[in-house]
């Protein structure tokens, strides 16, 4: 079973630069090259709720009826003993994949060739061979150099199958060379990308870490207990494998309730999967079925997914345009764009949960709900627009029965092969449209069966076959094709689809990430509403969005209720971003839940520590908070955990030369350079440092370098470009921007500089073209003004 990535570092919005209404004005065009570079990588974590508000006294009333509680936490037990009460369940359970998921690595566990055999890929040999009873692996290391290690735990089994190394000091990495189960061969999961000692994927690094990224999800009751003072592992788990409490919760309460029948509120368990509510089972799997960043060791049961948790939006990194999976992201995300998900419908509606296997043959799964009846034969799902059609035919699926293309999955559960071969369908349970797809470059089901002329013939065809009225207002994808591409229409579009009151929470969360490129009074308004909408994710990136817009001061009296949020991941966004506003003492009778819940953010850093951004992010909080005596060690423990983790060492070099070390700032980044050459950050800093050195000429060679490295980064781009015009390189700066508005037109800051260059070197017809433009846009931009 493929490990699971948890996306555990994200980076925070970038410093507001623009403010609505009297607090939305233009950059500053010099201060990119007079301040540091700052870099915000925040995660987040659990800590207790705040305590709710002491009530009014009432008149008295009659008491209600006791409601059954459990009388101590629960705690986690020996599996062996549920077995005797529900062995229909552990029938099904064994040999499945969440049995499976982590196993010791013996003789009956491997399934790789590990009789001495060679593999070569990306430049490296690693060989697999046998001691006895235990499996070894000779391969480079963090050095570079081959080493003997030994296979301490297999990973999965279908389709391919991982192992885990013990390199010591408690850490397991995951080796990056697989065994295919099912063509039975070694394979590279990287192949073709010159994953080798030195890059960030190589099975040595942070990155491929298992106590972090992976055993979470493959073992039942897992703590990675970390030790920051030495920097080692002592990871413990209740069991290998997910087994019954991993989803369940705890059972010692639950063994008591069997022995006296008690009070014990669900059967002695925290946690209720049959619950009405199908957001408690959906977030149940979500915990490993969702690309999310961890907020502390572990979850609690009885929690929402977003008090230990925080998963990512529907990014451009992440997914297509229209939702459809992209990178590895798992099923939670797409599922949640459903109408399925809409619908009421839940994960064990269609997946018998302890077996993992599909409920029924073929596409009998999808007539439970999509039958010539049309009604739904699942409890608790909302069958209202259901239509009596013969779904499992030739003249809805139009392809031969048992040939591609006949099944439901086929057309609307289009998939990829993630880590080399492992095929995972898509869960948004989308229509396929060949021609939408074309023009919005979105992957189709058909297209992908159909390609060259054969896709041109069936985009015909399907127009013919498709009898769905034309819809009444643009659709989500169109919007964010128009938003994303800085077209004009784009900022309209952008806040229709956020007055909309069907769309999907994480269609809104997603939408609301785009607004800062498209500031008005209107847009403003709108991400106000949604502070206040009923799903967590929406109100954190309502959150993230405010702050883009205002500046500290101004943001306070928006954001403070949040800090009182009933979901975790919410109030450790608010207080993160009032952090400006309580330093100048600006919360007032808020302060005090700032205080809890920024203790919350620092208790989540310290719970990541094994990690070089947690170490970054408890440094800038530090800073910010006037602890100074404690950022320099932090950041140097963030380069400790990962020195290639280039955002800490810039940060270090930074802070070294803000209080007077300039000349062992200048070595740190020279030495680094020296190693790094090709790393673009290192470069741009490199020339900021000397531009405010006073040495404007010597920087135009690493910022170009940077420029060139990464050339799709907007703010490397930029900064060049307003050097080169501080220089009187007029015409290479508007040449710069130029070329940065062609792949991103909805730069807003290259746009603005750009008229403003145009204006002071004489060219206001070139001015007025963008300025027009910009106005097609987004009329409201109060820049305009």
């Given amino acids: 079973m493929p490990k699971h990535k948890n996306n555990a570092a994200q980076p925070a919005p970038e410093a507001s630069r623009s403010a609505v209404s009297k607090y939305l004005f233009p950059v500053a065009i010099g201060v990119l090259l007079a301040a540091a570079l700052g870099i915000g990588w925040f995660l987040f974590s659990p800590a207790p709720a705040p305590a709710p508000p002491a009530q009014a006294k009432a008149p008295v009333q009659v008491a209600p009826a006791p409601q059954p509680v459990a009388s101590a936490p629960a705690t986690m037990i020996d599996e062996q003993q549920c077995q005797a009460c529900h062995s229909e369940q552990v029938k099904d359970w064994q040999g499945s994949h969440h049995q499976l998921a982590m196993q010791v690595a013996q003789a009956n566990t491997v399934l790789g060739d590990f009789s001495n055999v060679t593999f070569k890929a990306e430049k490296e040999t690693t060989r697999f061979s046998r001691r006895g009873d235990e499996f070894w692996v000779n391969a480079p290391g963090i050095d570079g150099k081959n080493a003997n290690f030994k296979v301490a735990y297999t990973f999965g089994i279908a389709p391919l199958q991982q192992y885990l190394i013990d390199v010591g000091e408690g850490r397991l990495q995951a080796l990056g060379v697989a065994w295919d189960s099912e063509k039975n061969r070694w394979f590279h999961l990287y192949p073709g990308q010159g994953v080798n000692f030195k890059n960030p994927l190589h099975w ?23 030790d920051a003072a030495s920097n080692t592992f002592k990871s413990q788990w209740n069991s290998l494998g997910v087994g019954c409490q991993a989803c369940h919760g705890p059972a010692s309460s639950h063994l008591e309730w069997t022995q006296k029948k008690g009070d014990l509120i669900h059967k002695g368990f925290d946690v209720d999967l049959k619950d009405k509510d199908a957001t408690v089972e959906i977030e149940t799997c979500a915990r490993c079925h969702a690309r999310r960043a961890p907020l502390g060791d572990g979850f609690t049961v009885g929690k929402r997914l977003m008090d230990d948790y925080l998963p990512s939006t529907l990014t451009r990194e992440l997914y297509a345009l229209d939702g459809k999976i992209k990178d590895e992201v798992f099923e939670h995300g797409s599922f949640l764009q459903s109408k399925m998900f809409d619908k009421g419908v839940r994960c064990s509606n269609c997946h018998n949960p302890h077996s993992n296997e599909l409920k029924a043959p073929g596409n009998a799964v999808c007539l439970q709900c999509h039958n010539p009846a049309g009604k739904t034969s699942l409890e608790g799902v909302d069958g209202k627009g259901l239509q009596a059609k013969h779904y499992d035919s030739p003249e809805h699926t139009r392809h031969t029965p048992g040939q591609p293309g006949s099944q439901c ?17 898509d869960h948004s349970f989308s229509i396929p449209d060949p021609e939408r797809a074309q023009k919005l470059g979105t992957p189709d089901a058909c297209l992908s069966c159909h390609q060259g002329k054969a896709g041109a013939k069936v985009t015909e065809q399907f127009k013919l076959w498709s009898t769905s009225p034309a819809p009444q207002a643009r659709r989500y994808d169109d919007s964010l094709w128009l938003i994303r591409n800085g077209q004009p229409g784009a900022a309209d579009a952008l806040l229709a689809q956020l007055q909309r009151s069907d769309l ?3 269609q809104r969360a997603t939408l609301l990430a785009e607004l800062p490129l498209y500031p008005s009074e209107q847009a403003l308004k709108l991400a106000t509403q949604d502070l206040k909408h009923p799903e967590p994710q929406v109100r954190d990136s309502a959150v993230r969005a405010i702050s883009a817009f205002l500046p500290p001061p101004a943001r306070a009296p928006l954001l403070a209720p949040l800090l009182n949020d009933p979901v975790k991941a919410v109030r450790i966004v608010a207080a993160r971003d009032l952090l400006g506003a309580a330093r100048n003492n600006g919360l007032g009778a808020a302060q005090a839940n700032w205080d809890v819940a920024i203790g919350e953010y620092e208790a989540v850093q310290k719970s990541l520590l094994e990690r070089a951004e947690a170490n970054l992010n408890l440094a800038m909080l530090y800073q910010a908070s006037g602890r100074s005596a404690e950022v320099e060690a932090l950041l140097r423990s963030a380069l400790q955990r990962d020195p290639d983790f280039y955002p800490a060492l810039v940060t270090l070099a930074q802070w070294l030369e803000a209080n007077g070390r300039a000349r062992e700032a200048q070595t740190l980044l020279d030495d680094s350079l020296k190693q790094h050459p090709e790393a673009a950050l290192l470069q741009h800093t490199r020339g900021l440092s000397l531009i405010r050195a006073g040495q404007s000429a010597e920087a135009m060679a690493p910022l170009r370098k940077a420029a060139q490295l990464e050339p799709h980064n907007a703010q490397y781009g930029y900064v060049l470009a307003v050097a080169l015009h501080e220089s009187g390189k007029v015409d290479e700066a508007c040449a710069i921007l130029e070329g940065l508005l062609k792949v991103q037109p909805a730069n807003r800051n290259a746009r603005l500089s750009l008229i403003q260059y145009y204006l002071d070197s004489g060219q206001e017809p070139k001015a007025q073209v963008l300025l027009q433009g910009w106005k097609k846009i987004n009329m409201g931009d109060p820049a305009l003004k």
Avoid: L
């Avoid at 086929?410 to 080399?420: L, Q, R, T």
């Fill in 204 to 226: 040595s690094k942070p990155s491929q870490n298992a106590n972090f990224m992976c055993i979470e999800c493959h073992t039942t009751g897992f703590k990675r207990n970390f």
């Fill in 409 to 425: 999955v086929d057309c609307h559960m289009p998939g990829k092969f993630y880590m080399g071969n492992d095929w995972r369908h």
């Fill in 504 to 506: 999907p929470a994480i």
